[in-house]
């Protein structure tokens, strides 16, 4: 079965931190895909990044980061010189190969503190 | 204007009213899904559509009913509603998958906030 662990309910740093965010996940599949967003205090859901199982490399974009490492199966993302807008909950997901499903971690509480 | 729009953005209502959520979207989807998310327990997903023949139960299906009335339209019901369905909830879409694109992102409407008093 396929799960999706946020163990950090909720983080503090101060502005200008670097923070990360860790996602462990189980699943059976050998293709999955990998998903995070954010949720800004204003409640929408902001789709930020896809990644494939096949695919291990990291990614960069700005200030944020993401590293794939199927061998401990996580996908954890990296905040760097954080800003107070960065607050926000943020979920990983993962997606089995036909996507039908999204199964969604219980989200991680991300505080700012300026 | 929003791809993804629910209404009403929030509701109060009384235990036992029926409830209807309505989610319209604009991105040509085939794939639409209602989700409830409560307080540390991060997104449920209750039913998905792939399309208007097509309707599937997710986690959580006990106490609501779905309708695809078009492809672009997924409405969610609360037949007699209770306190512990106090919560908010999200349409979201996606893309038809398969091939190298693999699955796709799925695209969340702004919420609707539903408390049962």
């Known amino acids: 079965a396929q799960k999706v662990t946020q163990a950090q309910t909720e983080i503090s740093v101060v502005e200008k931190e670097d923070v990360t965010l860790d996602c462990v996940y189980e699943?059976?599949?050998?293709?999955?895909?990998l998903f995070w967003y954010k949720q800004p205090p204003s409640g929408e859901l902001v789709f930020l990044i896809r990644?494939?199982?096949?695919?291990?490399q990291n990614e960069i974009s700005g200030r944020y980061s993401w590293n794939f490492q199927k061998s401990t199966s996580s996908f954890n993302f990296t905040i760097t010189a954080s800003q107070v807008v960065d607050s926000a909950v943020y979920f990983c997901?993962?997606?089995?190969?036909?996507?039908?499903?999204?199964?969604f971690g219980t989200g991680t509480s991300l505080t700012v503190i300026p | 204007d929003a791809d993804v729009t629910q209404t009403p953005r929030n509701r109060i209502t009384k235990t036992g009213k029926r409830i209807m959520l309505e989610c319209s979207q604009t991105?040509?989807?085939?794939?639409m899904y209602w989700y409830r998310q409560d307080p540390g327990l991060g997104l449920r997903l209750i039913y998905y559509?792939?399309?208007?023949?097509?309707?599937n139960k997710g986690e959580i299906s006990d106490g609501y009913s779905v309708s695809r009335q078009a492809q672009a339209k997924f409405s969610l019901s609360l037949e007699s509603a209770i306190p512990n369905q106090t919560a908010l909830y999200f349409c979201?879409?996606?893309?038809?998958?398969?091939?190298?694109?693999?699955?796709?992102?799925?695209?969340f409407g702004d919420g609707t906030r539903l408390s049962i008093l």
């Open positions: 699943t059976r599949d050998t293709t999955y895909y």
């Open positions: 991105k040509g989807h085939d794939r």
């Open positions: 997901a993962l997606s089995e190969p036909l996507g039908n499903q999204f199964y």
């Open positions: 559509s792939f399309d208007v023949k097509d309707i």
């Open positions: 979201a879409t996606s893309d038809r998958t398969g091939g190298i694109l693999g699955a796709q992102p799925q695209h």
């Open positions: 990644r494939n199982s096949f695919d291990e």
